[in-house]
């Protein structure tokens, strides 16, 4: 019997990146798209790995999404991903389709793999065409490298608005041999994803088979970056992708694996830090809030009532502001659609209560606006529905937000 507490295992990576991990490469230049940032990016296997992917649940989906579930379905491998930023190629038809293709293909022929070993992602500006001369351009100057500033560069090329890269690398031992993990994503506005963020890269040297790393990815999402909200608005672009070239050596991963809950945690914990970035990174944002709810029947409604509270832009306003004004959290319970007895919620800001079991409690409005000029707060609510817990992430609501996206094209 596994007596490992996979939570006590895990390490962070100092300066952790999508290189952390054994076997990768990864580049970023500046081809044009944008005025002067990069905006094509690569990541690159030593060798053909392992791969997975959720997408966006939208109904809109753009061209780059259906390319990239093409390549991983012909052999459930992928050697490399090829990334824009500054056009989504999303609501551009057959030449949107075709666009796509040749930027998947152009950048396979470009590193030497078959075509279908490579994903295509995209993001920006939604219903105009791609700059393909540019896009070829961009993909020949790409020199992959496996240094902290290749990781950089990689990580810069995939942003829009967001103000800062979002990267993070955690390591564990399995079957004696040092796993490590690394991400990078992108994503500020327009996240509320049913699924994963706006883009997610993640790579590792866990030896594990596509199928048992789609069933962990899958899971680890739920509890992840679908349980971030920045905006209530989701991409048509959303994408996380990960890929296990296994040069780490260890015994293939999967559920019947005595350390497949340390696999599961390393994912978890990767997959958390950067959904927790990018909401923090909320365009205009100020400040990360965390949402924790205790006390739900089933842990879906649990993590569904913290959703709804922090994507309440009256919770988020009231953040912005430090006014600890706690009836906008039960108003936003209120129209969860979830079944709670009010008479029986407790509210606190961080270690102040607020409301216990439905009565308000005396508290100190000077300590509770401290509190939340704060980075980073935590909002927890209790209930007494059952014990089931779930949390989610979001960030605060500023004037910088409207003036962000009144002027997204100009």
């Known amino acids: ?60 989906q753009a061209a780059p999404l259906d390319i990239t579930r093409e390549s991983i379905a012909a052999e459930q491998k992928l050697q490399g991903v090829i990334v824009n930023s500054a056009c989504a190629n999303a609501c551009t038809g057959e ?40 896009v070829k351009n961009g993909i020949s100057t790409l020199k992959p490298a496996g240094s902290a500033q290749a990781a950089e560069d990689f ?10 890269t979002k990267h993070c690398g955690y390591e564990a031992v399995i079957d004696g041999k040092k796993v490590t993990m690394g991400g990078s994503a992108k994503g500020s506005g327009m996240i509320h994803p049913n699924m994963a963020t706006m883009l997610g890269f993640i790579t590792t040297d866990a030896a594990i088979e596509s199928a048992e790393l789609q069933k962990a990815l899958s899971a680890v999402t739920d509890d992840t970056f679908n349980q971030i909200t920045v905006d209530g608005d989701t991409s048509t672009n959303d994408m996380v992708l990960i890929l296990a070239n296994g040069e780490a050596g260890n015994e293939k991963l999967s559920p019947a694996h005595p350390e497949w809950n340390v696999f599961l945690e390393l994912l978890k914990k990767t997959s958390e830090d950067m959904a927790k970035q990018i909401a923090r990174d909320g365009e205009g944002a100020t400040k990360l809030i965390e949402v924790n709810v205790q006390g739900m029947g089933t842990k879906q409604e649990a993590q569904a009532m913290a959703k709804t509270i922090i994507g309440s832009s009256l919770v988020k306003t009231a953040a912005y502001g430090a006014d600890a004004n706690w009836g906008r959290v039960i108003a936003a319970m209120g129209r969860s659609n979830l079944v709670f007895n009010p008479e029986k919620v407790s509210i606190s800001f961080g270690d102040i209560k607020l409301l216990h079991q439905g009565v308000p409690v005396d508290f100190s409005e000077e300590d509770a606006k401290a509190y939340l000029e704060q980075k980073n707060i935590a909002i927890h609510v209790f209930l007494e529905e ?24 100009t």
Not at 117 to 134: H, W
């Open 1 to 60: 019997m596994n007596t490992i507490n996979p939570v006590e295992v895990i390490q962070q990576v100092n300066e952790g990146n999508i290189l952390s991990p054994q076997g990768f490469k990864a580049a970023g230049v500046h081809a044009g798209l944008r005025y002067s940032k990069k905006d094509i990016g690569v990541i690159l296997s030593d060798h053909p790995a392992a791969c997975a992917a959720v997408y966006t649940q939208s109904a809109v």
């Open 95 to 134: 030449q949107g389709q075709k666009d796509a293709y040749e930027m998947r293909n152009h950048a396979a022929r470009e590193f030497g793999v078959p075509d279908h070993y490579f994903a295509v992602a995209s993001t920006g500006v939604i219903g105009e065409y791609m700059e393909m001369d540019k």
């Open 155 to 164: 990580g810069a090329a995939i942003l829009t608005t967001d103000i800062v």
């Open 386 to 409: 059952g014990s089931e817990q779930g949390t989610a992430w979001g960030c605060d609501l500023t004037y910088d937000y409207v003036k962000i996206n009144a002027s997204y094209r």
